[in-house]
T-cell receptor
Framework: GAGVSQSPSNKVTEKGKDVELRCDPISGHTALYWYRQRLGQGLEFLIYFQGNSAPDKSGLPSDRFSAERTGESVSTLTIQRTQQEDSAVYLC?????????????FGPGTRLTVL | DAKTTQPPSMDCAEGRAANLPCNHSTISGNEYVYWYRQIHSQGPQYIIHGLKNNETNEMASLIITEDRKSSTLILPHATLRDTAVYYCIVFAGGTSYGKLTFGQGTILTVHP
């Protein structure tokens, strides 16, 4: 079946602009996760959703970052007033339920470049 | 969650077993050991996890020491497609079960 998809695959923007990154999880997956990976670095957890609820937003780097999820499906990660340090690959994952850690299926990521 | 230590890189010949070590000396009793890998330009892929018993699946085996302070991921017959960054993660779940985080990992290079 279809995996996790993300769009756009690449995004180049100018400093100060807002961007929206989209994640389509696997159908039926109630849990959804956002990560960031800077060049040459490990994955940095940002936020997770259980259904439409995001119980813990403490992983978001600043108040310029926000995320929402509607209808237990699509999620969008919004970055306002982008800065050069926001340049990274943004990865989305989903799982059937909020399991301990396995069975997370990752999307291909969105590569964000802030000029 | 407990911190893990992995070698930054390892090499392995194609067809041989790849043994990737991970130290997690501060692991607590309710923390699992998870392994993921990330092939270049792709999202991470779940491999295997365990609590204290050794585990095996179609991808790999996980050997956890009796004191649980270290573990080894074994790819029994490495192929060129196994070249990737391998992440060892210890994770308790519970109220933090959304926050699975990844460190630097080990870059495994499988060569012909």
């Amino acid at each position: 079946g279809a995996g996790v998809s993300q769009s756009p695959s690449n995004k180049v923007t100018e400093k100060g602009k807002d961007v929206e990154l989209r994640c389509d999880p696997i159908s039926g997956h109630t849990a959804l996760y956002w990560y960031r990976q800077r060049l040459g670095q490990g994955l940095e957890f940002l936020i997770y959703f259980q259904g439409n609820s995001a119980p813990d937003k403490s992983g978001l780097p600043s108040d310029r970052f926000s995320a929402e999820r509607t209808g237990e499906s699509v999620s969008t990660l919004t970055i306002q007033r982008t800065q050069q340090e926001d340049s990274a690959v943004y990865l989305c994952a989903s799982s059937l339920a909020l399991l301990a850690g396995g069975d997370r299926y990752f999307g291909p990521g969105t590569r964000l470049t802030v000029l | 969650d407990a911190k893990t230590t992995q070698p930054p890189s390892m090499d392995c010949a194609e067809g041989r077993a790849a043994n990737l070590p991970c130290n997690h000396s501060t692991i607590s009793g309710n923390e699992y050991v998870y392994w993921y890998r990330q092939i270049h330009s792709q999202g991470p892929q779940y491999i295997i996890h365990g609590l204290k018993n050794n585990e095996t699946n179609e991808m790999a085996s996980l050997i956890i020491t009796e004191d649980r302070k270290s573990s080894t991921l074994i790819l029994p017959h490495a192929t060129l497609r196994d070249t990737a960054v391998y992440y060892c993660i210890v994770f308790a779940g519970g109220t933090s079960y959304g926050k699975l985080t990844f460190g630097q990992g080990t870059i495994l290079t499988v060569h012909p």
